[in-house]
């Protein structure tokens, strides 16, 4: 039977969770105080994922830069080629909240969108 010990990320508690796992797959979730640990728990160990918060270059903006999500969850391996996606990428105002600036990510399937309001100047 193998442990894991993590800090949930699901909610500002910070639960201290320990999960154990048998042949890869998760038998139990302890420590934590809401659902949303056990859910972190069991995903965390077995097919990690993050939103990745970033901004994009504007051009024509009253702004220089736009604040940016994906769309959903990425692979956490993934993180480091959306950030590269993310870093060549710009955009030209206006931009509106929930615009796609980029599509499939870093191959991902999942897309980068805006998160605020930039007006054309």
Known sequence: MEKRELTCIGCPMGCQLTV???????????????????????????????????????????????????????????????????????AKAPVYIGDVLIENVAGTGVSVIATREIAKV
């Open 20 to 90: 154990t796992m048998e042949n890869g797959e998760v038998t139990g979730v302890t420590g934590n105080t809401c659902m949303k640990g056990d859910i972190y728990a069991r995903k965390e160990v077995v097919n990690p994922t993050r939103i990745v918060t970033s901004t994009v270059k504007i051009t024509d903006g009253d702004k220089e830069r736009v604040s940016v999500k994906t769309a959903s969850d990425i692979p956490k391996d993934k993180i480091f080629d959306v950030m590269k996606d993310i870093d060549a990428a710009t």
